[in-house]
């Protein structure tokens, strides 16, 4: 079992008469990358000062290699941080700003110069010693940012919102940049993010969080495919979701029965559902198969509809269906597979497998 680097105990943050964060307790292990997902307010950026010290838990206790720092300054905690806002010394070139921090605890100045060439050489900055901050690039500056952090070697590091003054494409590929550099150092990396693409695509595990408390913590898959909760569901990813009466239980599936022709089948073990509850069933679009006219199906799901709009995304086509459930539901396909013979206007049927239902609620 890998080794804990950050741990808090049942940590709350109160201003005043509102918790920011609330009773959060939480593992994370050395050399992981762990990222805090959720919308603004919902105490994430909290969590991550308290680790860095820039906060005080108003209860709660926090722990770093297995020792209690909760009443340490932050200069007395083994972490840095890089923040969204670069924090550059203008004045300074690159080579100075990424030795500065070394260079105030006093390190050997031909150590400092292996490790400055080092890190220089890992965030692909080699050659962009001597310009300043104001000659560079956005997505430049961030690696200059990340390298002052990493050449100190910290225990940990805290990014908080650190890509999200960059443009689309340049995020995407700092995103990328972040995970090769991470894999390489196995530094443990928290990461601070509202965006939900990001925080699937770099992380071991995500904790999604809203008011103050983690609703879901796991794999990127298991968030995106198994949400924990409606929030979850909604936050994270396009999802269908439609409220629904159970019409039987059966061999673990429960039954929704929509009309004649139409129903919705999901895994029930271990929801203890009877015939009668309400549920909220729940399918991601991609798992949704579109065809015009009336289709069988088979022995999952099957929704009968009308094609309200369709959207090109690139890549996606976006078929949006008024269907039997009256509920819209979006479709999305492969725009290379997307069958053309599908209109706006036209009746068609959705169908998907049994598994790729999930039920967020019972009533």
Sequence with gaps: MPDVDVRLERVTKRFGDVAAVDDLSLDISEGEFFSMLGPSGCGKTTTLRMIGGFEDPTYGTVFLGGRDVTDLPPYKRD??????????????NVRENVAFGLRRKKVDRS???TRVT??????????????KPPQMSGGQQQR??????????????LLDEPLGALDLKLRKQMQLELKRIQSELKTTFVYVTHDQEEALSMSDRIAVMNAGVIEHLGSPRDVYERPA?????DFVGVLNAVELTVSAVENGRAVMT????????????????????????????????????AVDGGE????????????????????HVDTAAERRFIVHQLSSEASDTIDQGDEV?????????SILTVG
């Excluded at 200059?144 to 590091?157: D, E, I, T």
């Excluded at 909760?229 to 569901?233: D, H, I, K, S, Y």
Aim: cysteine-free; aromatic content about 6%.
């Design 111 to 113: 150590e400092i110069g």
């Design 79 to 92: 972490v840095n941080t890089v923040f969204q806002s670069y924090a550059l010394f203008p004045h300074l």
């Design 349 to 357: 049927t959705l169908t998907w497998p049994v598994d790729d239902t």
């Design 300 to 319: 999952g799901s099957r929704l009968s509809g009308t094609v309200a709009q369709i959207v090109y995304l690139g890549t996606l086509m976006q078929f």
């Design 118 to 131: 080092d890190i220089m050489k890992l965030v692909d900055l080699e050659g962009f010693e001597e310009r």
């Design 258 to 293: 929509v009309n004649d022709r139409d129903r919705v089948i999901a895994p029930a073990e271990g929801l203890n559902l009877a015939a009668g509850a309400s549920v909220l069933a729940a399918v991601r679009p991609e798992r949704i198969a579109i065809a015009r006219g």
């Design 144 to 157: 200059v940012a990340l390298a002052r952090a990493l050449v100190n070697h910290p225990k940990v590091l």
């Design 229 to 233: 909760t409606p929030f979850v569901a």
